[in-house]
């Protein structure tokens, strides 16, 4: 009864657990004094948690999840001198200054620290992309086609018979002044399209030429011409495509930091992560 | 056994029910608390990729980008709080900008503006809501300190800024027309009577507040206060009111308002002075008076680096002082 009772005890402490806070070992030192004021490494290291630790944890694990899965190649260092070459040809003479705006010392310091971290980062989403290929399929659902809007429905029909004759998507677009190019393009459930083409396309199992489908909001009539539903036969643009959507990079980001086991042990990092970047929060 | 069940058997139910119950609330209150770690004796952060970053670690970090910023402001605080004597005018608007943030927060955030206010507050270096009124009351002891500064170094600090920008006091009589360009009898009628009472040397004040259609500036005789060549006026009128020498009256000048007489009330620092305005647009102009003047004043206070040369060093460059 004695033992029953002192575990309820236990139990009802362990009830009583609260947060933990990281603190320093020396947060004591005092950094300067000012009259009776003193200024410790606890005050500094309280105020910077507030100010920014969730995005110098994230990228500090970022840091580590590039080191481990996307070493720099010579290719990622000639895409992040490219992009330099960009930036210097787009704010020329007020480069330097632009990039102390933004806290960078000097451009040594923006390509190591941001250029060459984005291309390894673009490396990153392609290689999630790759790696988890036939889900993301699943979601994404991509098929290539070729999709010719006009303006009359007249258009849409000879457009139609010149694409059942062979005639290539740009040409018959030009011919009758269609409002999209009419080149071979990737669709996902992401592409911004009209309803109705796009439901064409994603019912689509087969290469096919449409009938004139006419536009759910306006009055356009389309023709869509789909050139490949296998996205296996299409590994390389469709990855292109995918890792170029707005929710892979973050799908991928949070992919990487479970894959490397990335856990908060503070209240303060904790709440920061979960105001500014609640999907880092994985637990 | 059985026996003991027979004897015992609903306190022992009763018994595992309470267990229960309370291993389910144990679960419940602290399935969502952060748990702390400790590697070799250290606090940790967090961790990636079976790598620990200690808070030591975590303070390296976060300093390399924050520190000296972060360290500045402390100082300034410091130096604020020391130099500044707080006035019964000071804590009574310290006190009504806080209850402005408050109900404006209140607005945006409804019943969770407090812990929103507290997150702000944390990044200024504060702790609770409570120290808005704080946060609120050193900035008023900032303007003053700067203010004094100013005034004690007018010579250095003002000159640059007052061939640069012509500050000024100003007043002006509006008559506002629907074309500008094309004056119609009743609005040149209007011209005309403001011409004939300062003809007869009725004080331009007096004038404005009879006469002048921008009813805001009227009730103050006419006064827009104090301006720059950066305040946001017309671009006729700003030429015009930067053109006057100090008491100097302007010609009629069209904008597109209407016409405007303007007159110069002051060019001088000490009327500039006596304008919170003034400070601000100075301040812009010269961004290195705030820490000169923080480190001036820290000179008085008993100021002490702990021998760290390095960090002194660091803020000082910070803050763009050599000594």
């Known amino acids: 009864m004695k033992k029953i009772l002192l575990s309820l005890c236990a139990l009802l402490l362990l009830t009583g657990c609260s947060d933990a806070y990281g603190k320093l070992t020396d947060g004591n030192t005092v950094l300067f004094t000012i009259g009776d004021t003193q200024v410790t490494k606890d005050d500094l290291f309280k105020t910077m948690k507030a100010q920014a630790s969730g995005y110098a944890a994230i990228s500090e694990a970022t840091r580590v999840i590039l080191e481990n899965e996307v070493p720099v190649t010579p290719e990622i260092e000639e895409a992040a001198k490219a992009s330099l070459e960009t930036y210097r040809a787009t704010y020329g003479e007020s480069f330097p200054l632009m990039l102390q705006s933004y806290g960078y010392a000097d451009e040594d310091d923006f390509y190591t620290n941001s250029l060459l971290v984005n291309a390894q980062l673009t490396e990153l989403t392609k290689k999630y992309v790759t790696d988890n290929f036939d889900q993301l399929v699943k979601t994404h659902d991509p098929k290539e086609a070729i999709i010719l809007t006009f303006a009359t429905e007249a258009d849409a029909l000879a457009a139609k018979a010149d694409l059942e004759s062979g005639i290539d998507g740009i040409t018959v677009g030009s011919t009758y002044n269609s409002s999209s190019a009419g080149a071979e393009r990737i669709i996902t459930t992401s592409t911004d399209l009209d309803t109705n083409v796009k439901s064409f396309i994603q019912n689509a199992t087969e290469n096919t030429i449409s009938d004139v489908i006419v536009g759910s909001e306006n009055e356009t009539y389309s023709i869509v011409q789909i050139t490949e539903v296998d996205p296996n036969n299409l590994k390389d643009e469709i990855t292109t495509v995918l890792a170029n959507l707005d929710t892979t990079a973050s799908e991928s980001d949070v992919f990487y930091f479970k894959k490397y086991g990335f856990k908060i042990y503070d209240k303060d990092l904790f709440d920061n992560i979960q105001t500014n970047y609640p999907s880092y929060i994985l637990d | ?323």
């Open chain 2, 1 to 323: 056994m059985k026996d003991m069940f027979k004897k015992y058997g609903v306190v022992i139910l009763i018994s595992v029910f309470f267990v229960g119950i309370i291993a389910y609330f144990g679960y419940d209150q602290t399935k969502n608390i952060v748990q702390g770690k400790k590697a070799n004796g250290e606090d940790v952060i967090f961790t990636i990729n079976n790598e620990d970053v200690t808070a030591n670690e975590f303070y390296d970090i976060l300093y390399k980008d924050l520190g000296i910023q972060t360290a500045y402001t402390q100082f300034e605080k410091a130096v604020v709080n020391g130099s500044v004597e707080v006035t019964d005018e000071m804590k009574a608007t310290a006190d009504e900008y806080a209850a402005n943030i408050v109900s404006s927060f209140q607005s945006q955030y409804g019943a969770t503006y407090e812990q929103e206010l507290v997150k702000i507050l944390k990044t200024l270096g504060y702790e609770n809501a409570s120290d808005l009124n704080l946060y609120m009351l050193d900035g008023l002891k900032k303007n003053t300190l700067i203010e004094n500064y100013v005034l004690e170094n007018k010579d250095t600090v003002y000159t640059p800024y007052a061939e640069a920008k012509k500050p000024r006091v100003v007043s002006h009589i509006l008559i506002k027309m629907v074309d500008p360009t094309n004056p119609t009898e009743e609005e040149k009628a209007k011209m005309d009577a403001v011409n004939a009472a300062l003809a007869e040397g009725k004080p331009f004040a007096d004038v404005a507040t009879e006469f002048s259609e921008d009813t805001g500036s009227a009730v103050q005789g006419g006064s827009l206060g104090f301006m720059d060549a950066d305040t946001q006026f017309v671009p006729t009128f700003l030429e015009g009111a930067l053109a006057l020498e100090a008491g100097q009256r302007s010609e009629w000048i069209q904008s597109d308002y209407g016409y405007h007489l303007i007159v110069c009330d002051a060019t001088d620092f000490d009327t500039l002075a006596t304008y919170p305005d003034f400070y601000t647009q100075l301040t812009t102009f010269t961004p290195e008076i705030q820490p000169k003047a923080v480190w001036a004043s820290a000179q008085n206070l008993g100021l002490d680096f702990k021998e760290n040369e390095e960090f002194k060093t660091a803020l000082l460059s910070y803050m763009g002082i050599s000594e």
